[in-house]
C-alpha cells in the first residue's frame, strides 16, 4: 500500500484519542474519508454531533470492509478482542494499526489473528488519557507528542510517514521494550496516583491545594481503560509496584531513624531528576 | 495589640513564601514598614534586587527588637532553633507568627520557650511550596488559599484578620489536628513523588508524558524544607506510608488475581474522589 493509494480510513473507537486522530487526520490528509464506528444509537448521536468524521457507520465490519487503513482505538482488550473477530472482513492489502497502551499482547494476538494480505503496525501515541469522550477531541493532540511503533514491517515505515505529518516524534521499540518503558513512566504514576487518592480520608480532601490537584490530575483517567493497561501489563507493572514500595521503604527507615542527612540526599535526588524535566 | 496600633513587621526567611507576604502585606497595609532579615551579603543584594521590602537588616536580634509583629518564614527546623534563641530580644507585647508546614513542634517549642509577654500564633498557608527563592514571590500568592492558624489566643484573632484581608480563607485546627490533615494531603503526597521519581530509571524519563511532568511537578519541592517536616511530623507519615502501602498491595494483589471487577471498581473510586475536586 502506498500513502497516495488510500482513500478510506476507518476508525473503531471514536473518543478522545480516535476522535482527535480523524481531525488532525483530516487536517494533513484532505484526500482520505473518514469514517468512524457507532456502536449504538446513541453513540451515532453524540459522534454527528462532535463533528470529527466524514462518515459515521453502525457497523464495524462494513468499516473493515471499506478501509484501506483500520484503525483500532478501544482500550486494550477491546482491541484484541477485534483483532480476533475482524479477521474475515478486511480488505485484502489493507493496514491496521492501533492505539492501544500496552502492545506484547496486541502484537500477540495481530500475529495469531490476522490473515497474510494484510499488516497490522502497533501505535501508542502518548497523551492524555485522562480526557474522555469525542466532545474534548481537538485535531492538535498529537502534535509534538510522542507515538510509539511497535512493529517494523514495511507497513510501519507508512504509518510512521503518518505520525510524523500530523506532527507526532516517532520511537521505534520492540513491543516488550515499550511496554517496560511506559509501565515506568506511566502504568506505575498512575497506579501509585489511583492509590494515594484511595489512601487518603475523603473528608480531607477539601483541604487539598493546588499542588495536589497537579498531582493528581490523572486519578481521573479511564477505570475501563486501566484495567485493562493494568491486566495486559500485569508482570511488569507488579514488579514496579515492589520496586516502588524498596523506595517508599527508603524514606520510611530514613525518617524513623532521623537520619536528616541521608534523608535530605534522597530528596535532593528526586528534584534533580524532576528538574531535568520541563 | 490592636492592628492599628503594628506599624513595623519583621520577616526572618524573605524566599518565595515570606517574600509574598511581604509583597502581600505592602499592598493590604500601606501603613506597616516591612523589614526584611538578610542572613548573608549575597542574600542582602537579592532582597535589594527583588524589592520586596521597605529596609533589609542583617541582623534578626535588631529586626526582633523593632517588630510589632515578627513573622518568621523559614523551614521548620530553623523556626525552632529562632524560638530558643530570639526570646531576649523580642519587643514585649510583640506577636510571633510563623508560616511552618508542621505543627505540633513549632506550638512546643513557642510555648516552651517564648516570654509571656509576646504571644505565639501558630499559621500555615497552604500554597505552592515548590517555588523557591524571592525572585518568585507574587503578592497574589495567598489570594482564595487555605490558611490553618493552630493558636486559639486573642492576638490569633489579630493575625486572622491579617490574612482575611490579604484574601486567605482561615482554617482553625488543632495542631496536633493540622499535622494528621496536611500528613494525608500534602506530606504524603510528596514523599509517594519523591519516591516515584527515584524509582524510574533516569534513562527512562526522557519519555514522560504532560500528565507525567503534571504529576511530578511537587517532587521539585525544597529537600531543605521537606527534610524538615517529614522529621518534625515523623510519627504520623510513617504511619501514612504504611496505609498507602496496604492500598499499592491491594492493587497489587487484584492484577495478581486478574481480578478484572474489582479492580475496576478500585479504579472508579479513586476517579469518584479525584472528580470531586476541581
Known sequence: MELKNIKKVGIIGVGFMGGSLAL??????????????????????RLKKAKVLD???RSDKRIAKESDILILATPVSVIINLLKRINPFLKKGAIVFDLGSTKEEIEKAAEKNLPKEVSFVGCHPFCGSEKKGVEEARGSLYQGSLC???????SSYLVERIWKKI????VRATPAGHDRVVCFVSHLPHLACFSLINTIPAKYLEFSSSGFRDLTRIASSSSGLWTDIFLTNAAKIIENIDKHKKHLNEFRDLIAKGDRQKLKKLIKKANKRRDKLS
Open 167 to 170: 506532527g507526532s516524534k516517532v
Open 24 to 45: 488532525a487526520l483530516k487536517k494533513s490528509f484532505s484526500n482520505f474519508e473518514i469514517i468512524g464506528h457507532a456502536r449504538s444509537d446513541k453513540a451515532f448521536r
Open 55 to 57: 462518515r459515521i457507520e
Open 148 to 154: 510509539f511503533i511497535t512493529s517494523t514491517n514495511k
